[in-house]
């Protein structure tokens, strides 16, 4: 499955946990009564993260003898009685789930990024529609076949370059160094804070990815057995480039196993590959697999 | 935390958390943080979370340089860097455009026409780059690509100016101006490709890889010689 809908429950439990509720008045803590979201530091994060999570300092031990409320929500079966007296009790701090109003605000927005999911999908559900129905629109082979090649660029171009990026954060390339040496970079980003709703979009891109190049492979199969041979180079520059896309960002998913991108470079590369395999997780967070220095 | 723990032998370990019960309402104090990710450097940050209007720039002008190096041939490693296969693309989609329909056995839509002009330039660009590869060249294999594609550039442009000429008429002089452009062109397309190409051999394979492209581009010019409109 997916380590972006993965997590976020995670994630948010640490949230949850790190939510000092009991707060006595002298102790500085971070309740969404005591602070606005205006108060509070926001950090400039790139626009596909989610927001920034919160720093809450922990909860001093207060004077002997004084009764505490219980702060944490771990559920034990001798705190069960207490918790709830204390949260029954204890009017000014309530324990609250500190994820609770972004949580809901950002599975509102299940998609935060519809002009991206539509495009991803846009260009290959046309391109098939275009080639099962392209006797319905013109009888011109060369016009279907123009206007098929096309989608299919456009398609193979921004599922590469930007949906990609915006959707589940994973992005590949090759780059050529100064020596004539080629790389293929697999980059994802890592960011902890993934929103919800991005789970929606990281299916829909998923599917779209997969179920294609499927498609495709039907094609080739019924353009084979049917010989309508004219139509063959079409259907494989359309397998082709729809499979790229699918293994470039499997590969960027599954982090870049040795094997992989040895055989690729290999065969696409020149002789001398850097045989280390470089994992860099930068300061921001984005961790890059594959064999390139970094841009 | 120790406190838990110290309660029973309280009085001697922890004289100072002796009174400190283990009953449940003792709070733990700690911190915990999820990590943040700073901000990015700004390198990444352009480059992952452009918007997309920037990258379609970007991508159209690197485009757009690559076709200037091709008409005007200089060593420079643009071409060879930032390989893209839009420039191939396009030129073969117009190449086979305006061959269509022109041969004598071609049926009504010039369909296997189109389709064959395009097997003759992607199928000859990918011999032409395992040859050199086998070869030992250096350069890999989409970069070989990206050059051999770009270079079909005048080709494109012979051939437009083939069927302008073959618009006002189809005699011995246009055949001889069709024939003294389409050479010159082929000519300006093989010096192209050579020179970004071949730096890339070991000195006694030139020729090898030279002449596969040679005749690559022969094949090309052959068929935009003998177009004849219908």
């Given at each position: 499955?997916?380590?972006?809908?993965?997590?976020?429950?995670?994630?948010?439990?640490?949230?949850?946990?790190?939510?000092?509720?009991?707060?006595?008045?002298?102790?500085?803590?971070?309740?969404?009564?005591?602070?606005?979201?205006?108060?509070?530091?926001?950090?400039?994060?790139?626009?596909?993260?989610?927001?920034?999570?919160?720093?809450?300092?922990?909860?001093?031990?207060?004077?002997?003898?004084?009764?505490?409320?219980?702060?944490?929500?771990?559920?034990?079966?001798?705190?069960?009685?207490?918790?709830?007296?204390?949260?029954?009790?204890?009017?000014?701090?309530?324990?609250?789930?500190?994820?609770?109003?972004?949580?809901?605000?950002?599975?509102?927005?299940?998609?935060?990024?519809?002009?991206?999911?539509?495009?991803?999908?846009?260009?290959?559900?046309?391109?098939?529609?275009?080639?099962?129905?392209?006797?319905?629109?013109?009888?011109?082979?060369?016009?279907?076949?123009?206007?098929?090649?096309?989608?299919?660029?456009?398609?193979?171009?921004?599922?590469?370059?930007?949906?990609?990026?915006?959707?589940?954060?994973?992005?590949?390339?090759?780059?050529?160094?100064?020596?004539?040496?080629?790389?293929?970079?697999?980059?994802?980003?890592?960011?902890?804070?993934?929103?919800?709703?991005?789970?929606?979009?990281?299916?829909?891109?998923?599917?779209?990815?997969?179920?294609?190049?499927?498609?495709?492979?039907?094609?080739?199969?019924?353009?084979?057995?049917?010989?309508?041979?004219?139509?063959?180079?079409?259907?494989?520059?359309?397998?082709?480039?729809?499979?790229a896309n699918l293994y470039g960002y499997i590969h960027c998913k599954l982090g870049g196993q040795k094997t992989i991108s040895r055989v690729t470079s290999r065969l696409f590369g020149t002789a001398d590959v850097p045989q280390r395999q470089s994992r860099r997780i930068s300061e921001d967070g984005t961790e890059e697999h594959g064999k390139a220095v970094p841009r | 935390m120790a406190a838990v723990e110290g309660s029973g032998a309280g009085g001697t370990l922890f004289p100072g958390l002796a009174d400190v019960s283990i009953s449940q309402d003792i709070p733990v104090e700690g911190e915990i943080t999820v990590p943040v990710g700073s901000h990015s450097p700004d390198e990444d940050y352009s480059t992952l979370d452009e918007p997309v209007r920037d990258t379609i720039m970007r991508d159209l002008k690197a485009v757009g340089k690559k076709f200037v190096h091709v008409m005007y041939p200089r060593k420079s490693s643009a071409l060879l860097r930032d390989w893209d296969l839009w420039g191939p693309l396009v030129l073969c989609v117009s190449l086979a455009l305006m061959l269509q329909g022109g041969s004598a056995d071609s049926k009504d839509d010039g369909g296997p026409q189109f389709a064959e002009v395009f097997v003759i330039i992607w199928f000859g660009a990918v011999v032409i780059t395992l040859n050199s590869k086998l070869l030992g060249g250096t350069i890999s294999f989409f970069q070989s690509l990206c050059v051999l594609g770009y270079c079909v550039l005048p080709l494109t442009v012979a051939m437009l100016v083939c069927r302008l000429v073959l618009l006002a008429g189809a005699g011995t002089i246009s055949f001889i101006i069709r024939l003294i452009v389409v050479v010159a062109m082929f000519g300006w397309s093989t010096l192209a490709s050579t020179a970004f190409l071949a730096d890339s051999q070991p000195p006694n394979r030139k020729a090898l890889v030279v002449y596969p492209i040679f005749l690559f581009y022969f094949v090309i010019s052959w068929m935009i010689l003998t177009f004849t409109p219908q």
């Open positions: 499955m997916l380590p972006v809908g993965l997590e976020l429950p995670r994630v948010l439990g640490l949230l949850r946990a790190g939510a000092a509720p009991g707060c006595s008045g002298s102790s500085r803590c971070c309740t969404a009564r005591g602070q606005s979201p205006s108060d509070r530091p926001r950090q400039t994060l790139p626009p596909g993260a989610g927001p920034a999570p919160r720093r809450c300092p922990g909860r001093r031990i207060p004077a002997r003898g004084s009764p505490a409320p219980f702060p944490w929500r771990i559920s034990r079966p001798w705190s069960r009685g207490r918790m709830k007296q204390a949260l029954v009790d204890d009017t000014e701090d309530v324990s609250l789930d500190f994820g609770s109003e972004e949580e809901l605000a950002l599975r509102k927005a299940r998609i935060r990024h519809p002009l991206a999911t539509f495009f991803h999908l846009f260009f290959r559900v046309s391109a098939i529609v275009t080639y099962l129905f392209c006797d319905w629109f013109s009888n011109s082979f060369v016009a279907c076949f123009v206007t098929i090649l096309l989608l299919l660029s456009f398609d193979f171009w921004s599922v590469k370059n930007v949906t990609g990026r915006l959707l589940v954060g994973l992005r590949w390339w090759n780059q050529i160094d100064e020596d004539g040496k080629s790389h293929w970079v697999f980059e994802a980003k890592r960011v902890p804070t993934i929103a919800a709703s991005t789970e929606a979009e990281a299916r829909i891109f998923w599917l779209g990815l997969i179920i294609c190049p499927v498609i495709w492979t039907l094609f080739l199969f019924s353009t084979l057995f049917s010989l309508k041979l004219k139509w063959l180079a079409l259907v494989i520059a359309g397998i082709s480039l729809q499979t | -």
